[in-house]
């Protein structure tokens, strides 16, 4: 695994977004920001951990924005084969589900599967997940192993 380090940060943008398209395989998306999902399953503490050590965080902007979260999860969720984190808990207070950047999910924000939000039926689900099938969120077992998307400013 590549981890970006201070140099990269301080290198001119477009030598970063070169680095981070050409070499790295982001995808930079319409919002100018760019976005990587991976596929060495994790646990969303696992997941927020790994993208922090790519100088990224689990992503927040692109996945609030609708027509940004269609095309992410068109190219990189839905291929990616498997159920994705996305940067939103409710792990503070049960119910009330917080994006990464400390603001509240709006009510219709995001379409949520069939009976989603649960709570695992009362077990304790909150870590915010998106399906590879169809663009709709779960909220999972944070300790559940799975795919993660970064996004980072570059
Ligand atoms: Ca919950
Ligand atoms: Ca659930």
Not at 60 to 87: C, H, M, N, Q, W
Not at 115 to 125: A, S, V
């Amino acid at each position: 695994m590549i981890t970006l380090t201070d140099s990269f940060f301080k290198s001119d943008i477009d030598d970063r977004i070169t680095t981070l398209e050409q070499v790295l395989g982001w995808y930079r998306a319409g919002n100018n920001k760019m976005y990587k999902v991976f596929t060495e399953r994790a646990s969303y503490t696992e997941s927020l951990e790994n993208c922090e050590k790519k100088g990224a965080r689990l992503a927040v902007d692109g996945i609030i924005e609708a027509a940004i979260r269609r095309d992410l999860f068109d190219r990189l969720i839905k291929p990616s084969g498997y159920k994705t984190y996305v940067g939103l808990d409710d792990r503070a207070i049960e119910g009330t589900f917080v994006w990464l950047n400390g603001k509240p999910l709006i009510a219709g924000e995001v379409e949520w599967g069939s009976g989603e939000p649960n709570n695992g039926g009362g077990r304790g689900q909150d870590c915010a997940s998106i399906y590879h099938s169809d663009l709709i969120f779960d909220d999972a077992e944070c300790q559940n192993k799975l795919n993660f998307i970064c996004e980072i400013s570059p």
